[in-house]
T-cell receptor, first 112, second 113 residues
Framework: DAKTTQPPSMDCAEGRAANLPCNHS???????VYWYRQIHSQGPQYIIH???NNETNEMASLIITEDRKSSTLILPHATLRDTAVYYC?????????????FGSGTQLTVLP | GAGVSQSPRYKVAKRGQDVALRCDPI?????LFWYQQALGQGPEFLTY????????KSGLPSDRFFAERPEGSVSTLKIQRTQQEDSAVYLC???????????FGEGSRLTVL
């Protein structure tokens, strides 16, 4: 699976949009971009995933650049409960690759 | 249950003791994963089951680590002769399909003294 690079930490004001970047310059054509987050003392939680097109769900939006070498997770109106470590993961979508490979992630702190 | 359940949530073991950690996946989920998370680090893959078959155990750090899922539902991760470096949170995750969103439990925190 391709390696990802994320900033170690970011702050965001409550109520503002949080934009979390991720670089995955070695991504291949059949690899998806996944985002998970981990709130302190809990297990990771799935947020969103995508291949080429931008995706949106009730939690967040995922913007993938046209060359697929980077992406941005957007939390449109961050709340204090969004404080967590956010992991960007590139995952091969085939029958032979099953596990997620987590990096160090980005510690997002939402400030009141 | 509604989610992945792990027990015990906390376990303290003396060095050299054997421990067993249990995972109850979401009912009907085919795939089950074990991860190890050291303090301040991201989770690291240990092993993967599809139903009762252990298809990938490449992440198990030593032969002291053993996992099973005999009936394709509940899984147990066993660590023999625990060492201090085994201290970590052990996370279990399940998914409905071989490829799909993973649902994680809250983890079992193991402390080896």
């Amino acid at each position: 699976d391709a390696k990802t690079t994320q900033p170690p930490s970011m702050d965001c004001a409550e109520g503002r949009a949080a934009n979390l970047p991720c670089n995955h310059s070695t991504i291949s054509g059949n690899e998806y971009v996944y985002w998970y987050r981990q709130i302190h003392s809990q297990g990771p939680q799935y947020i969103i995933h995508g291949l080429k097109n931008n995706e949106t769900n009730e939690m967040a939006s995922l913007i993938i650049t046209e060359d697929r070498k980077s992406s941005t997770l957007i939390l449109p109106h961050a709340t204090l409960r969004d404080t967590a470590v956010y992991y960007c993961i590139v995952r091969l979508f085939s029958g032979s690759a099953r596990q997620l490979t987590f990096g160090s992630g980005t510690q997002l702190t939402v400030l009141p | 249950g509604a989610g992945v359940s792990q027990s015990p949530r906390y376990k303290v073991a003396k060095r050299g003791q054997d421990v067993a950690l249990r995972c109850d996946p979401i009912s009907g989920h085919v795939s089950l994963f074990w991860y190890q998370q050291a303090l301040g680090q991201g989770p690291e893959f240990l092993t993967y089951f599809q139903n009762e078959a252990q298809l990938d155990k490449s992440g198990l750090p030593s032969d002291r680590f053993f996992a099973e899922r005999p009936e394709g539902s509940v899984s147990t991760l066993k660590i023999q002769r625990t060492q201090q470096e085994d201290s970590a949170v052990y996370l279990c995750a399940s998914s409905e399909l071989a490829i799909g969103e993973l649902f994680f439990g809250e983890g079992s925190r193991l402390t080896v003294l």
